[in-house]
């Protein structure tokens, strides 16, 4: 009488094996299945036909996917750059602050506090071309007299949805380079002074090396969190008018779900992910970069 | 080129005085050392001379100049830290070059600077290391290159070899002696280690709870102690210190012998005084194993309750009086714990302090 007794390490990760393969591996690989198949939630028997890579050629091929595309890597890259200066200023001012620091820190954070769903409403509201608080305060101060079509011209929406994208996260790179600025010895900055630094020379050459991990950690989040930008875009602008702000996951979430072709608009989130896993892993390589100058690499 | 010159310095954190006005002149090329316990007020008097901190009160010159409120970088000084602070990105050829790529000199002049300091201090091979991969030594050295590849007016150092083990410290003191030869120039040094502060400088200021004690040259404040704390705290072992009263030509030690007043002192201490009577180990000998003591000496009886032999000479623990006593045995032979022993005490090399001031009196 011999039973199989499964070894117990196994008996032990099978919850988590289970509920892994449950909630991350059947949707993974189904999803990637199904973006090579004309599958449309509308028609579930679409599931069951295979078209090979139509789905990715017909994406690589569609001007409005290269479009979304090279707008969301527009947004990152001017995001990412202004909110890194913004929050490197923020931390620099709120590191010299002594008394009422810790308040100073809360209130900083508030921003990060608010789902981003409210930020696209509240910059919707903002700038509203009749109602719009920034149409109201130009036109008081005389500054214009016309109603700036704000979320309805093309570059002047961008730039309403990055100027939300910037209020609602550059206090992650304040937050992260302050911990950063908190961990910069006090002698070396010492020595630099003695050596003949002014205090700008000294943030240059020895502060910032000291930070600069702290910056490359804030850069591969929000890469990533900018990368699937979606709900701020969704709320203000919808992506439109006329595709104007269409970025790569309002572009995805509107194939999948209200033109029902899920299948095509798989096809375009699996080559999205490589935008998110490029950058990534550059962020990473740069932290470690980084790391090692600093002798911190292990 | 440069003196130092301190004038009613003070240094306060908010309401806490931690440097009481202090005054000191440092001339040309001199090598001053500031010692004294932890605590005292060395570092920060050395900072504010840096301009790393700011002076609460009074002047502080370099060269001719007064520096009260210029910023470290305008002060042509540099400085060694206690736990290096070196640049740990940059490669020690960079950390050296540092000062002088601030400076904008030419690239030629910096790696002819920087060359000539890693000959000085032997670095030339670990040139292109980080400080990471370098020992606490050579990190050290590192620092000091750093602080000559400038050629300031001032070097200043914060306990630099205190980091360092036992031989490596006795190494680099010389080495610092050494360069202090070898670049000329004013050396203000802090340490809390007397043999340090006696075998390197030309001058020792002695602190303590932010006041100068003494300032003098090694063997001054060794021959001539201003007072008890500066005898205790300058020489090793420790000065022995016995309370007594003044008795007519005699000191009466308090529960111990009666000692004639030593003859330097005879005159200028009153009947009734009480003092403080001081004697190092060294003029402290047990009888047939003395120096010859060429004036007065006094004699008297005392049990020894510990001896360490130091090969050349014997270390005697007795108690006289009921404080512990310490006295030095030259041609040692062994002696037993308990032992029972004559010893002269040399008066000609004692000190007399007054019981109540803690001063010496001359
Ligand atoms: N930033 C500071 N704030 C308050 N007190 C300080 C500060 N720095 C030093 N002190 C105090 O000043 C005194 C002298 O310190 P320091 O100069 O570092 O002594 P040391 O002689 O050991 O170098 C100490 O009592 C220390 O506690
Ligand atoms: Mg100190």
Known sequence: MSRFRPPPWLVLLLPAIIILTAVVMIPLLLSLYSSFTPYRLTRPETLYKWIGTFNYEKAMKSAHFWAAFGRTILLLTIALNLEMLMGLGLALLVNKVTYGQRALRTVMMFPMMFSPILVGFQFKFIFNDNVGLVNNALQSLGLSNVAIPWLVDGQLAFTAILVAEMWSSTSVFAILILAGLFAVPRDPIEAAKVDGCTPWQSFRHITLPYIMPFIYIALAIRSLDVARAYDIVQIMTNGGPARRTELLWTLIGRTGYVDAKMGYANAMGYISIFLAIFFTIYFFRKLNAARSELGMAG | ?362
């Open chain 2, 1 to 362: 080129m440069a003196q130092v010159h301190l004038q009613k310095v003070v240094k306060k954190y908010g309401s806490l005085q931690v440097v009481h006005g202090i005054d000191l002149e440092i001339a040309d090329n001199e090598f001053v050392v500031l010692v004294g316990p932890s605590g005292c007020g060395k570092s920060t008097t050395l900072r504010m001379i840096a301009g790393l901190e700011a002076i609460s009160g009074g002047e502080i010159k370099i060269g001719e100049r007064l520096v009260n409120d210029l910023p470290p970088r305008h002060r042509n000084i540099s400085m060694v830290f206690q736990n290096y602070a070196l640049y740990p990105h940059m490669t020690v050829r960079e950390n050296l070059g540092f000062s002088l790529k601030i400076a904008k000199r030419p690239q030629q002049e910096i790696d002819k600077a920087v060359d000539e300091a890693a000959q000085i201090l032997s670095l030339t091979e670990y040139m292109d290391r980080k400080p990471g991969a370098l020992s606490g030594g050579q990190r050290q050295r590192v620092a000091m290159g750093r602080a000559i590849v400038r050629h300031p007016e001032v070097f200043l150092f914060d306990e630099p070899l205190s980091n360092l083990d036992a031989k490596l410290r006795t190494q680099m003191r010389t080495e610092i002696k050494k360069l202090h030869q070898k670049v000329k120039s004013t050396i203000v040094y802090v340490t809390h280690d007397q043999v340090e502060a006696m075998t390197l400088a030309d001058r020792i200021v002695i602190m303590r709870d932010g006041y100068i004690e003494q300032v003098g040259t090694p063997l001054d404040v060794f021959e001539t102690p201003a007072n008890t704390f500066v005898a205790t705290f300058i020489g090793s072992p420790p000065m022995n210190l016995l309370h007594g009263r003044v008795t007519g030509n005699e000191i009466a030690i308090d529960g111990g012998p009666a000692i004639g007043v030593p003859e330097p002192f005879t005159g200028k201490v009153q009947e009734g005084q009480k003092v403080i009577l001081g004697f190092r180990a060294d003029n402290l000998m047990p009888y047939g194993h003395a120096m010859p003591m060429e004036s007065g000496c006094a004699e008297f009886d005392m049990t020894v309750n510990l001896s360490e032999p130091l090969g050349t000479e014997t270390l005697l623990f007795g108690s006289l009086a009921g404080k512990e006593v310490q006295a030095k045995m030259l041609n040692p032979r062994p002696v037993a714990d308990g032992e029972r022993l004559q010893f002269r005490l040399d008066l000609a090399r004692c000190h007399l302090f007054d019981a109540d001031s803690q001063q010496a009196l001359r």
